[in-house]
């Protein structure tokens, strides 16, 4: 214990005296950390003791269970047979060239560049969400592929059991009146086979996909109702937000700032632990903190580190060292106080505009990231001829301006002087692509 405070506190040290030294959140100790290490840190005066939640052992109960649940869960990962048959499906050759490609051309500025592997990242969840999976509001007749609607919940047969259905929603057709079952896979090898669902069962299986490929993951669970993946690079030496359904890479605020999501705890799950994540995907800790209330942090705290000490029972005095290492460097980074990025500002793209809006995961119009309007200046031509001409294509994303149709800027938003409920959404899913809107203003 004490080898891990002394590494705790050198990292802190080593980060304050960085270009950009880390600040603390507004909030308090990210869980995850042992009270006693937490002892040696220095602790900022100004931030008051966590509230003491009342909790029964129901809710602790409950809460123990679904971690359990999740944990035996990412086990199965680590199969290497399924691993073997992963391998198989995926065009292994094909998206290390795309990576190495992709890594060349960072490195023509004569910088070093992006690290190849990080690269192959960002193309394979560029081709689960493009070519591999389909996301699925509502499936079509599987007797005449017309659209259904939902009708509720049956019961799983025993073969969509042994795949891990829990729950099997029913659907029925609007042209011949045929139910049609979409079972919620829950178990990795079937979702190879089947290749559709929601957030769990895309996440599921790219994961699965991350670990066949030899990429440390871990499964990602937002008790607010989401799941995700978090991959771990060696040459950035810490871990990064993955999410397949929107293709978005290292933005972990997208979920607060961007969905605009009431977080709570987000926990992640691999084969060697179990940590509390919460803070890498908040910057607002205080509201935070205050939506915690299933269970006392003390409880969390001491049921984590039991979990992961299990898990790490049989591994060497080696690997536990790496682990511990890189525990602490995501320590240093949770108290760092998080500034939202553009990228993060993306409401969510996955499922139909009517789902999204009634779970409230649009962007929302929030006026610390309100957006800065645009006015357009006519030109001494433009003002001769008395006529401003432009248009946007959406399928490239990009304003064409003039009769000679010039590309402006990239970015719907950049030229917009305002806008409301809005969002580009690329329909890789259905394999569509939009069309062009354009107008021609007098003035």
Not at 83 to 94: C, D, K
Not at 362 to 385: L, Q, S, V
């Amino acid at each position: 214990m004490l080898i891990l405070q002394d590494t705790l506190n050198d990292e802190r040290s080593h980060r304050s005296v960085s270009q950009e030294p880390p600040s603390r959140t507004q909030g308090f100790h990210p869980l995850g950390c042992p009270a006693e290490i937490m002892t040696g840190c220095e602790q900022p005066s100004i931030l008051p003791n966590p509230p003491t939640v009342p909790t029964d052992q129901k809710q602790e109960r409950d809460f123990l269970l679904r971690l359990q649940s999740f944990l035996q869960h990412v086990l199965l990962y680590e199969d290497e047979n399924l691993q073997r048959q992963t391998r198989n499906i995926i065009p292994l050759a094909e998206l290390k060239e795309k990576a190495k490609e992709s890594s060349e051309k960072t490195k023509q500025a004569g910088d070093s560049g992006v690290d190849e592997r990080d690269c192959l990242i960002l193309v394979l969840l560029d081709w689960f969400k493009g070519s591999f999976f389909q996301w699925v509001d509502k499936p079509l007749c599987a007797y005449c592929g017309s659209m259904t609607f939902a009708i509720g919940v049956v019961q799983p047969t025993p073969e969509e059991a042994f795949w891990g259905a829990g729950n099997v929603e029913s659907y029925k057709c609007q042209n011949c009146g045929k139910k049609t079952r979409f079972p919620r896979y829950n178990h990795p090898a079937k979702l190879l086979e089947t290749r559709q669902g929601r957030c769990g069962e895309w996440a599921n299986c790219f994961t699965l996909i991350c670990r066949a490929m030899g990429f440390e993951s871990r499964h990602v669970l937002d008790w607010t109702d989401h799941v995700w993946t978090e991959i771990y690079s060696e040459a950035q030496q810490r871990w990064l937000h993955c999410d397949a359904c929107e293709n978005s890479c290292d933005k972990p605020l997208i979920y607060e700032a961007g969905w605009g999501k009431k977080l709570s705890y987000i926990i992640a799950f691999s084969h060697e632990q179990v940590l509390d994540v919460t803070w890498r995907y908040s910057a607002k800790h205080d509201e935070v903190r205050k939506a915690r209330t299933l269970v006392t942090e003390e409880w969390l705290e001491k049921t984590l580190a039991k979990l992961t000490e299990e898990r790490q029972r049989n591994l060497t005095e080696e690997r536990r060292k790496v682990l511990m290492d890189r525990q602490v460097k995501e320590l240093v980074e949770f108290f760092t106080i998080k500034t939202v990025r553009d990228g993060e500002l993306q409401g969510r793209v996955s499922g139909d505009l009517a789902w999204r809006l009634l779970r409230g995961e649009t962007r929302p119009e929030i006026e610390e990231y309100n957006h800065a309007p645009y006015i357009y200046k006519p030109t001494e031509m433009e003002i001769r001829e008395k006529r401003l001409r432009f248009c946007f294509n959406c399928v490239i994303n990009k304003y064409l301006r003039g009769f000679e149709r010039k590309l402006d800027i990239s970015d719907w938003q950049s030229r917009a002087a305002g806008f409301n409920s809005i969002t580009r959404k690329v329909e890789t899913d259905w394999k569509m692509v939009s069309g062009r809107t354009q107008f021609s203003l007098l003035i």
